[in-house]
């Protein structure tokens, strides 16, 4: 029997598996069940394998069985810092790029006001950063104290000012503290990866436990990462590829869901014209980003309020006041799917509008600056005009009536000319949702994982739309 890999996503909707083939580098078969993680989790992994077992005939015995989660609300995060556009940033980017929801980004000194929020927002993890190393202690101090006092239950990841580190530890005695390097040691420089680290460790250590999960561990090996941040992975081992087997090169992925629009880049984002001058906080080469506002169900109302009523009726062929009824008709049914001709029309014009805002807000923008010297060209957020793919995952691409007009949302446009939205890249579409599968499946068979991403990445140009980039 060849070797097989069980890959597992305990979603907040559905359980979902994956077996793969690891010396074929195939799909043997996938299975779902409904997730049952707030009552009795091995009732929806039970009905996941037994949908699997028979589509399969029978299971096979798996070499790795590796899951992922984002049940239960995925990873809960509140962020703390000192300036909202330095520190108090470098700690939001080190949350997203953990896969963490964010539910709340306070910066500057804490009121009771704000403790209170904190402590209702009941993050998973809480991490609290502040000041340079060898700056600014006082704020970190404060902020270490005012929730110290609190109600607040949840770990306290510690990623500030190194020489405020013992006092502000001491500050939270009675929490589980987890100290690592400052992301932000000196100004305008970040060191966001100790601190990500430790926010993963902390999921796999504590949060699984809490949340139930490892109930089901007699049918899993290892929660191993957040659900988003098993994309992440995937799309970095698709840009960067591995020993023996070369990937594609700097990539964009785009994830509309139901609640959020989540969009990833792997590329270092430097200007690429000569004479452009970047300013702002350095941007994170594997970059994640959020836009808990287009969500395709849960956000569908601020989806058309961002882009205007008339633009999406006109999108979707339908008129104004029909817009109107069905987008009241989602708000009282989230779960609902399209039904007719008139909601799958509006869904298709919903998705366009949260993929080319999410995309726009993630890549980085021109400007001209006057100096001394004369008028410059400053760059803020990524250049990805260059990247070389364009990829989309989730259903709501997936079961797109034209995926292809979708991901074009993605590219740059002549009216927007200082947006630095990808121009000429290939657009692929993850039809098989293997995204997360292959950051699970990297960890311990990296060539395998990638040579399967590559084997089902379906590329969608029109004039490719059936192929795919490598015969599985």
Avoid: W
């Amino acid at each position: 029997m060849p070797a097989a890999a069980l890959l597992i996503d305990f979603g907040s909707t559905y359980t979902k598996l994956r077996a793969i083939d690891l010396e074929r580098r195939c799909i043997l078969g996938s299975g779902q069940g409904p997730s049952t993680v707030t009552t009795d989790i091995m009732v929806g992994m039970k009905a996941a394998l037994a949908d699997l077992e028979m589509r399969l005939g029978s299971l096979p015995r798996f070499k790795y069985r590796l899951a992922s989660s984002s049940a239960a609300g995925g990873l809960r995060m509140v962020t703390v810092g000192l300036v909202r556009e330095l520190t108090a940033e470098a700690a939001r980017r080190a949350a997203l790029g953990a896969g963490a929801r964010l539910v709340g980004t306070f910066a500057y000194r804490l009121t009771q006001a704000d403790v209170e929020r904190i402590v209702a927002l009941a993050p998973d993890i809480l991490l609290l950063a502040g000041g340079t190393d060898g700056g600014n202690s006082d704020v970190i101090l404060h902020n270490a104290a005012a929730l110290g006092r609190s109600a607040l239950a949840c770990p306290v990841v510690l990623a500030g000012n190194r020489a405020a580190a013992d006092a502000a530890a001491a500050a939270l005695a009675g929490r589980e503290v987890i100290r690592c390097e400052n992301v932000m040691p000196e100004f305008n420089l970040l060191d966001i990866e100790p601190a990500r680290a430790a926010i993963r460790r902390v999921f796999i250590e504590r949060i699984v436990h809490a949340k139930g999960i490892d109930r089901a561990h007699a049918e899993f090996d290892q929660v191993l990462m957040p659900t988003p941040a098993a994309v992440m992975d995937g799309a970095r081992l698709l840009a960067d590829g591995c020993a023996g087997a070369a990937g594609l090169g700097p990539l964009l992925v785009v994830d509309p869901g139901g609640a959020t629009t989540d969009v990833h880049s792997v590329a270092d984002g430097a200007p690429s014209v000569a004479g452009v001058i970047p300013q702002g906080l350095p941007e994170p080469r594997v970059k994640r980003s959020v836009e808990g506002d287009l969500g395709m169900r849960h956000n569908a109302a601020a989806i058309v309020e961002a882009v205007g009523l008339e633009s999406i009726a006109a999108a979707a062929g339908l008129a104004p006041a029909r817009v109107s009824v069905l987008l009241e008709e989602i708000t009282r049914d989230l779960e609902r799917l399209p039904r007719g001709a008139d909601e799958i029309a509006l869904d298709q014009a919903l998705v366009c509008a949260a993929v080319r805002q999410a995309v726009t807000r993630h890549c980085g923008t021109l400007a001209t600056v006057y100096t001394a010297t004369g008028p410059a060209t400053v760059q803020h957020g990524k250049d990805l005009s260059g990247v070389g793919a364009v990829i989309g995952t989730g259903g709501a691409l997936v079961h797109s009536p034209d995926p292809c007009a979708v991901l074009q949302m993605a590219l740059a446009a002549s009216a927007e000319p200082l947006s630095l939205r990808p121009r000429q890249p290939r657009l692929l579409l993850d039809r098989e949702y293997l995204l997360y599968a292959c950051g699970l499946l990297g960890s311990v068979e990296p060539q395998a994982a990638l040579e399967l991403a590559l084997a089902y990445l379906e590329p969608i140009e029109s004039e490719t739309r059936h192929e795919r980039t490598h015969s599985a």
